[in-house]
């Protein structure tokens, strides 16, 4: 069985650095890009960008670009998500999810068949 | 303001059928396949369309996608009380260079 299980709710202060996990099971982790959405309070879905976690193959929604870094290692079956500097504004759901399919040059599917729980970060001074 | 619109809200009664409306344009629905992601409160989305009209496996054949030029439409026929939750439309969008969601549709089964 595909699993994705993402790392426990953090509460940060703004300024403060963190890094997130998704752990995935039950199929060749290296194979599948690796995708993370994030949800603010009471909102909809955005998709921040997608890593490969065989090549390390990253791409960066424009709004995330510079914002965060995804980072992965297929020897622990991990990808991850982190801030080096969160703001109040960070505070959200985030979820990480694979991708049915694969990203090319100039595209990806939006075909994320399996998700993990979610990530609650909250930043709060 | 998402790129992709659908209504904020719908409803039907138990049994009967509900169509969900995604409008982009031609950068993303009009070039692109279409997905759709169930999420039941206070849970992560749930895959349920794909390329346009395909159901991943374990879907049931009450949901249903269709496309026609810049549109896409999700159907349920046979509403469930289980089955109000959010639904999001979401694509590939080549002007943008990034994966665009409608703003979410909100189903109640009344």
């Known amino acids: 069985e595909v699993q994705l299980v993402q790392s426990g709710a953090e509460v940060k202060k703004p300024g403060e650095s963190l890094k997130i996990s998704c752990y995935g099971s039950?199929?060749?982790?290296?194979?599948?890009?690796i995708g993370w959405v994030r949800q603010m309070p009471g909102k909809g879905l955005e998709w921040m960008g997608i890593?490969?976690?065989?090549?390390?193959?990253?791409r960066y929604s424009p709004s995330f670009q510079g914002q965060v870094i995804f980072s992965a290692d297929k020897s622990i079956t991990t990808a991850y998500l982190q801030w080096s500097s969160l703001k109040a504004s960070d505070t959200a759901m985030y979820y990480c999810?694979?991708?049915?399919?694969?990203?090319?040059?100039?595209?990806?599917?939006?075909?994320?068949?399996?998700w993990g729980q979610g990530t609650l970060v909250t930043v709060s001074s | 303001q998402s790129v992709l619109t659908q209504p904020p809200s719908v409803s039907a009664a138990p049994g009967q059928k509900v169509t969900i409306s995604c409008s982009g344009s031609?950068?993303?629905?009009?070039?692109?396949?279409v997905s759709w992601y169930q999420q039941l409160p206070g849970t992560a989305p749930k895959f349920l369309i794909y390329?346009?009209?395909k159901r991943p496996s374990g879907i049931p054949d009450r949901f249903s996608g269709s496309k026609s030029g810049t549109s896409a439409t999700l159907g349920i026929t046979g509403l469930q009380t289980g089955d109000e939750a959010d639904y999001y439309c979401?694509?590939?969008?080549?002007?943008?260079?990034?994966?665009?969601f409608g703003g979410g549709t909100k189903l109640t089964v009344l």
């Open positions: 999810a694979r991708l049915l399919g694969y990203c090319t040059s100039t595209s990806c599917p939006l075909d994320f068949d399996s």
């Open positions: 039950g199929y060749s982790f290296g194979t599948y890009w």
């Open positions: 890593i490969h976690p065989g090549d390390s193959d990253t």
């Open positions: 031609n950068s993303n629905i009009g070039n692109h396949y």
């Open positions: 390329e346009n009209n």
């Open positions: 979401g694509t590939w969008d080549s002007s943008l260079s990034v994966v665009v």
